[in-house]
């Protein structure tokens, strides 16, 4: 599977970015997809994942309640939905599919990365 994620880009805080994910391959539908961020000097952090269908979704507190995670296996596209965007989530973003973990090490394939920033 290759990923292709897109999307990132500058925003105010308060606004929001959609943040997609192509992916080739067949196999799509039968991977965990997951979002990871990473910011300068810190370790890649979990965002959230959907299962297989898309009725599963989890996420990280800091992305509860303002980010949603849908997937669109027709497409082979992924989706991260990011509202109410602060400061703090400035970072790359980065998709990834494996088996569902919060742990970025049990993903095996991995896009590569788009950029999100947030200004005050």
């Known amino acids: 599977v290759q990923l292709q994620a897109s999307g990132g880009g500058l925003v105010q805080a308060g606004g929001s970015l959609r943040l997609s994910c192509a992916a080739s391959?067949?196999?799509?539908?039968?991977?965990?997809m997951g979002w990871f961020r990473q910011a300068p000097g810190k370790e890649r952090e979990f965002v959230g994942a959907?299962?297989?269908?898309?009725?599963?979704?989890y996420y990280a507190d800091s992305a509860k309640g303002r980010f949603t995670i849908s997937r669109d296996n027709a497409k082979n596209t992924v989706y991260l939905q990011m509202n109410g965007l602060k400061p703090e989530d400035t970072a790359v973003y980065y998709c990834?599919?494996?088996?569902?973990?919060?742990?970025?090490?049990?993903?095996?394939?991995w896009g590569q990365g788009t950029q999100v920033t947030v200004s005050s």
């Open positions: 959907i299962g297989w269908s898309g009725g599963s979704t």
């Open positions: 391959g067949r196999t799509f539908s039968r991977y965990i």
């Open positions: 990834a599919a494996g088996v569902f973990s919060y742990s970025p090490d049990e993903y095996s394939y």
